[in-house]
């Protein structure tokens, strides 16, 4: 759809024109994209290509363009079958490969694809690509350089949960299929490197910029080498919504397109003949090329910074062959060139978000400009407050169009978009000019180019101070919110791109209404669903792959939910309450958990938590109360001492109601336990629904404490049992499954684990109990749900589950 923006003092004379219906060639590229993205998220592409067919297809030929070329992308974008993987490595190996690439992060990590890869003891060539995550390693290999080195090897395998993004089919799209992790200074053998020019010019600059924030950032800025980043700025930076102003996009790219512009308007006033030979829009252009060119080379070729360089050069090769360009046919054209060569790329996030915002600001700021045009009449003294609002209309046009997407993959959102009116400013005028500055003079003259990038870092770690001003009275806060379905961000878009056409329409008309409105039902059609749960008289238990712990929650009937505990770890770079149980609570649910259980004070069980009790709304706590010496345990006490919501002491024979019908009974610890929290004093719970005894939690009890709970008074039977410490040996106990009687069994443990969970042994005696066992390393997060009284139904998040005799 393409818009013709008119100059402002036309405005008033002719009415704005809206959106215009794509060619039919843009139509095939819709198509394609469809194709590729058909394999990830099947239902919602189906649903937007059939409203495009109906919205904007007119002739049968271009209908069955835009099939062909959704086919086309089909076949491009087909997954890798499971039939053609050769069995993986999953072993200590001492191997010989080379560097294919260097992707670096916040917090001293790089991710290093390696290539070539041979095992040195046996010859063995290891399937794909190897990715290998170091943190804090002592210098950043450059591409191509050969190495020695023995590692740990796995099968790439990410965490599988329902109404999340799985990591592992994009890395399998890049043809990675194992991973492995060091730390530190570990023993590598590496060839001889070839000199670069980019590492070259990077390791100056370091040399160069303070060892402060800022200077990571100018860093960052200069090369997308996100290295020395601090995790804890980088948060400030995400939750103040500032996190694009960092990643390099197409508003850098135009930065340094701009120069172009300038050096065009000196040049023609020193040399004003020369605009006899090229016109300045063209000389623009043409000045513009080397720096743009060179800032693609140095940010490595991002996606985002292709799209744009693509967009700008669709805008040239229109102005010099003389016909007139529109940012939608840029931006289609960009879009092809990127997926036709590389497929995969489609999945990347930042080029998503990159060509999302593009389009909103596409759609909407044409009327945006036309609306704000006559503050810039009004004088000299208007125009900077014009300015700032058409910033604001540009951060907001751009937000809107991305903002489904930004809650699907994030699962927050910030209030802090003004920050952008007074970061930007600062960003483009000063930040990124002196940063340019110091670089193009770091060869010559070291001592300006460092005064150039004290000046530049001090422009961002002014920011940050700010930040942390904002952070400290607690004004910087970012919100869960309920995330969408495929089907309610396809009618996000239908709702967008209909209601940017009527925005600029005359009169309403029927046709847009029409479309206005099948937006509006596939927005509200999943959240209908959800309201009709009581009618299904169906309660739901979902064991989640959260690696090598344990989370759990349980949703009732009427969508009550409880969750008991909340995983964790012992890396303090990953929170799993952020990354995977709140994601997988807010998915098409609202951020409330009306309770929630914690078993135990171990890292593994408790430190996801903490997430949730800080920005969910929660509506209890209930625990047993003990605690041990660990820094996890002091800040769990120091958070229930500001009394948030009501805690519940735990003991056997207490009973949590979630709704009526549906409760937990607690089993285990006895009321007269005491002393520290640890596996053998788990909170074991039974939960039972109507009656029947639908699941067992007993948390890490071992072997005594379950002949503890044997020997109660209380009822054990449970068609599903999550198995004790995650399948440890130390909780192997044959009577207690045979009591239990369930039909199921879930470990919940991380793939190729240290600890060998759940154990053989374990798996075996449950078997000849005549349980199914299930893990969460194998099958992702596991779903029962009960309807009635049929049987329960098992779903995997990431295949299907063995059917049963």
């Known amino acids: 759809m393409r818009f013709v923006t008119l100059p402002a003092q036309e405005v008033h004379q002719t009415r704005i024109k809206g959106p215009i219906t794509p060619l039919p060639w843009q139509l095939g590229v819709l198509g394609y994209l469809g194709g590729l993205l058909a394999w990830a998220h099947a239902l919602s592409v189906v649903i937007l290509c059939a409203v495009t067919a109906l919205a904007l297809v007119r002739r049968g030929r271009t209908l069955a363009l835009m099939a062909l070329c959704f086919g086309l992308g089909l076949v491009a974008g087909m997954p890798a079958g499971e039939e053609d993987r050769t069995p993986g490595w999953n072993a200590q190996t001492r191997i010989r490969a080379v560097v294919d690439e260097v992707r670096t992060y916040p917090g001293r990590r790089i991710g290093v694809f390696v290539r070539d890869v041979v095992a040195l003891d046996t010859n063995a060539t290891l399937p794909g690509r190897l990715l290998w995550t170091w943190s804090d390693p002592p ?32 890395w399998n799209r890049k043809d990675i299929r194992h991973r492995a992790y060091s730390r530190g200074d570990v023993p590598v053998i590496w060839g001889e490197g070839k000199p670069c020019l980019r590492a070259g010019l990077l390791e100056l600059t370091g040399t160069l910029v303070p060892a402060t924030p800022g200077g990571a950032a100018v ?13 804890g700025f980088m948060d400030r930076i995400r939750r103040a919504g500032l996190s694009h102003s960092l990643a390099l996009s197409g508003l850098h790219l135009a930065l340094v397109a701009s120069f172009g512009l300038g050096l065009a308007r000196v040049s023609s006033r020193l040399y004003p003949r020369l605009l006899l030979v090229l016109p300045r829009r063209k000389l623009a252009v043409l000045l513009a090329l080397p720096p743009v060119i060179t800032y693609l080379w140095l940010g490595d070729f991002s996606p985002s910074l ?66 704000l045009a006559p503050l ?42 003004w920050l952008n009116l007074l970061w930007l400013p600062v960003l483009s005028l000063t930040v990124l000019p002196l940063s340019f500055l110091g670089l193009a003079v770091s060869l010559c003259c070291p001592f300006l180019a460092e005064g150039c990038f004290f000046a530049a870092a001090w422009g961002v770690d002014a920011l940050d101070q700010f930040l942390v001003l904002l952070d400290g009275v607690g004004s910087l806060a970012s919100t869960p919110v309920l995330r969408p379905s495929g089907v309610q961000v396809a009618g996000y878009a239908v709702v967008l791109v209909a209601g940017s056409v009527l925005l600029t329409a005359e009169r309403l008309r029927a046709r847009e209404l029409f479309f206005l409105g099948v937006g509006l039902v596939l927005l509200a059609a999943p959240s209908m669903w959800q309201e009709g749960r009581p009618w299904r008289d169906e309660v739901e238990m979902t064991v989640l792959d ?21 995983g964790g770890g012992w890396s303090a770079d990953y929170d799993p309450g952020r990354a995977v149980v709140g994601p997988a609570l807010t998915w098409m649910h609202p951020p409330r958990v009306d309770g929630v259980l914690l078993s135990h004070v171990h890292a593994d069980h408790l430190r996801g938590l903490f997430y949730i009790l800080d920005v969910f709304d929660v509506g209890w706590f209930g625990w047993s109360g003990l605690v041990d010496s660990s820094n996890d345990s002091v800040r769990l006490v120091a958070r229930l001492e500001q ?103 879930v470990a919940a443990c991380g793939p190729g684990n240290r600890f060998g969970f759940p154990h ?39 295949y299907g589950v063995p059917d049963r005799d």
Request: glycine share 8%; proline share 5%.
């Open 139 to 170: 210098f950043v290999p450059e591409i191509g350089r050969k190495f020695e080195a023995e590692l740990r090897i796995r099968v790439l395998r990410s965490r599988a949960n329902f109404g999340l993004s799985s990591t592992e089919e994009y």
């Open 219 to 231: 860093r960052a800025l200069l090369f997308g080498d996100r290295f020395l980043l601090e995790p």
């Open 306 to 371: 292709l799209r744009a360089f693509l967009m700008l050069a669709a805008v040239a090769a229109h102005l010099f062959i003389g016909s007139r360009s529109h940012p939608q046919d840029s931006l289609f054209a960009a879009m092809a060139v990127l997926v036709v060569s590389d497929p995969a790329s489609v999945h990347d996030l930042s080029l998503q978000l990159s060509v999302l915002a593009v389009g909103g600001l596409v759609l909407f700021m044409p009327a945006a400009t036309a609306l």
């Open 376 to 417: 810039r009449e009004r004088g000299a003294l208007w125009r900077p407050i014009h300015g700032l609002l058409t910033l604001l209309a540009v951060t907001c046009c751009a937000n809107l169009f991305i903002l489904p997407i930004q809650i699907l993959y994030f699962s927050e959102v910030t209030a802090h978009l």
């Open 546 to 566: 959260t690696g090598m712990s344990q989370a759990v929650y349980v949703r009732g009937r009427t969508g009550r939910t409880v969750l008991v505990d909340g």
């Open 643 to 745: 009394n948030p919501w009501p805690v519940r002491l735990l003991r056997a024979g207490d009973t949590v109601v979630i709704e009526p019908g549906l409760r937990l009974e607690v089993l285990h610890p006895a009321a007269s336990e005491k002393g520290i929290s640890g596996n053998d004093t788990s909170l074991a719970l039974r939960l039972v629904w109507r009656g029947r005894g639908l699941a067992l939690l007993p948390g890490d009890l071992e072997k005594r404490a379950l002949v503890q709970v044997m020997n109660g008074n209380a009822t054990l039977a449970a068609e599903v049992l999550v198995l004790p410490h995650h399948g440890s040996k130390s909780s192997l106990l044959p009577r207690f499954y045979n009591m239990v009687g369930a039909i199921w069994a």
């Open 760 to 798: 053989p042994s374990v798996v075996g005696v449950c078997e000849r109990a005549g349980l199914t066992v299930l893990t969460t390393a194998e099958h992702g997060a596991l779903k029962f749900c009960w309807r009635g009284e049929d049987a329960v139904r098992v779903e995997s998040a990431r």
